[in-house]
């Protein structure tokens, strides 16, 4: 199983620090970005309950950061064992606290991690069942049901999710690439017009620019969308990218951003520029998507004497 670095700080630190230092409720960031505290209970008391959960969560993300750094020491079976010791420690301890809502979360989102999708999304659908106003749930609730298939399911969940909490930049991400990836679908069952799919797609990345604009991801995923439009907006596409030029953090994304002004000079048959654009692409990974976009470039025409 592959745990992302960021997975890691979602367990035991995050909840952990909190208790220590008795934080409000908005300073427990849990991670996707998202305060689950803040969405779940009030300021954290350091009980018994309390003492558990910690225990649990610092095992956890234990786990986690070892097998992230050291994966050569787990077998499938090791890793397997140790996922199934702190599942199963969740569950003594939400059968002992039936109504903890945050170890609900925690725990829906480990069995997420585990690879046990269905069981995790059930957690979190009995958690909604109980709270309906907590957006990461809507959030993982809407993953699943994108994930399988169920775009039309999945679309209101996100929708909740942004109305509960509008200034969580990742909702509005992930509301955007929904609607990407089931685009056809969402216009040919109805559910919206092609001018209505345009306005609500570029909205999402849009917004989740605005609500954090030193993220190159969603700056980059912004100069995107403008492709992904049922009519292409290439000019405006070119306007972000230049824009980009100076915020790339490093060469990599920087000849990234060269790669989309050539492809979206190409768009204009702005040949000779998307040439330039091309000519500063060293990096090693790009060079298949070099050479392609080259070759969508017009000979030069050999002018007789």
């Known amino acids: 199983m592959k745990i992302k670095k960021y ?29 689950l505290a803040a969405q779940v209970s009030p300021v954290l008391q350091m009980t018994l309950a309390d003492r558990k959960l910690e225990k649990i969560v610092h095992e956890q993300n234990a786990f986690l950061s070892e097998i992230e750094l050291h994966p050569e020491r787990f077998t499938e079976n090791e890793e397997a064992r140790r996922f199934d010791e702190i599942f199963q420690e969740y569950e003594a301890f939400i059968l002992e606290n039936p109504d903890n809502i945050f170890a609900h979360i925690l725990y829906g989102k480990f069995l997420r991690q585990g690879g046990a999708m269905e069981e995790s ?6 958690v909604n069942s109980k709270d309906p106003n907590i957006a990461v749930v809507k959030q993982q609730i809407g993953n699943y049901l994108a994930e399988h298939g169920q775009y039309a399911m999945a679309l209101p969940y996100f929708l909740s999710a942004i109305e509960i909490d509008p200034m969580v930049a990742i909702y509005h991400y992930q509301l955007g690439e929904l609607l990407k990836m089931f685009k056809e679908s969402f216009i040919s069952s109805g559910i919206l017009t092609r001018e209505q799919f345009d306005k609500q797609m570029l909205n999402a990345f849009y917004q989740a620019r605005k609500i954090e604009p030193e993220s ?90």
């Open 216 to 305: 190159w991801i969603y700056q980059a995923r912004y100069a995107e969308a403008f492709y992904d439009l049922d009519r292409p907006r290439w000019f405006e596409a070119l306007m972000l990218w230049k824009d980009l030029e100076g915020m790339a953090p490093t060469v990599k994304e920087k000849e990234l951003v060269f790669l989309n002004e050539a492809r979206v000079l190409i768009k204009l048959e702005r040949y000779e520029e998307a040439r330039g654009c091309l000519a500063k692409v060293y990096v090693p990974e790009f060079e298949k998507s070099r050479r392609e976009l080259l070759e969508l470039i017009p000979a030069i025409p050999v002018l007789a004497n």
């Open 121 to 126: 999304n059930r957690i979190f659908m009995i």
């Open 7 to 35: 997975l890691i700080l979602a367990f035991g630190l995050i909840y952990s620090n909190a208790i220590a230092n008795n934080l409000s409720q908005k300073q427990i960031q849990g991670f996707d970005g998202v305060s």
